[in-house]
């Protein structure tokens, strides 16, 4: 299993604003994965976050909007740049964990709201 | 691409039992997992398919059959507990760390 922690849970900020969003993981795991919630809407995957190397994005994210790192195996974080109340959203870190038991784990959000 | 259709709500009675269906049209997937995520919380995994069939997990089972396109996750002696919103998600044969998700069902139980 895995516990994953987020910071900050909440946030509200000024459009034009940045924030940074921490995932700490109790566990090394080689991929982190960062998911947007849209108020009442599904899970969007942003990226994918492997140590040592350059995030990987999905289609409709690039990087100097949502700057990402991950300096070991236990943490990453997100960056949401120059923020519109369009990014208002919750912002969810997660991993994955295979083996003989294939779960995946979510970190309680980040509700984020730009105002 | 990917495109999962799932019912936007469901109403059953404490007690009682529900399925909640995912139908989706792939290119290919590695398998179908499900989630339950209770209003202001993070979503939880339910359960994962990587091969045809059912699993059973407690009250929960999910059943998935790749040559219907189809999966549905089932929900014995539904508590008030339960009643929270349930995703259905594919795992891209393209990229294996990639899930897209469906819309999701709001599932109301009531007393």
């Known amino acids: 299993s895995a516990v994953i922690s987020q910071k900050p849970s909440r946030d509200i900020c000024q459009r034009g604003t940045s924030l940074t969003i921490q995932c700490q993981v109790d566990s090394q795991v080689t991929m982190m994965f960062w998911y947007r919630q849209q108020p009442g809407q599904s899970l969007t995957l942003i990226a994918t976050a492997n140590q040592g190397s350059e995030a990987t994005y999905e289609s409709g994210f690039v990087i100097d909007k949502f700057p990402i790192s991950r300096p070991n195996l236990t943490f990453s974080t997100l960056t949401v740049s120059n923020m519109s109340p369009e990014d208002s959203s919750i912002y969810l870190c997660?991993?994955?964990?295979?083996?003989?038991?294939?779960?995946?784990?979510f970190g309680p959000g980040t509700r984020l709201t730009v105002l | 691409g990917q495109s999962l259709e799932q019912p936007s709500e469901v109403t059953a009675v404490e007690g009682a039992i529900v399925q909640i269906n995912c139908t989706y049209q792939?290119?290919?997937?590695?398998?179908l997992s499900w989630y339950q995520q209770h209003d202001g919380g993070a979503p939880t995994f339910l359960s994962y398919?990587?091969?045809?069939g059912l699993e059973e997990t407690g009250r929960f089972s999910s059943f998935l059959s790749r040559s219907d396109s189809y999966g549905y996750l089932l929900l014995q002696e539904l508590q008030m507990k339960d009643s929270a919103s349930y995703f259905c998600a594919v795992r891209d044969q393209g990229n294996f760390n990639k899930f897209y998700f469906g819309s999701g069902t709001k599932l109301n139980v009531k007393p």
């Open positions: 398919n990587a091969l045809d």
């Open positions: 792939t290119s290919g997937f590695y398998g």
């Open positions: 997660s991993v994955w964990t295979s083996g003989d038991y294939n779960e995946q784990f």
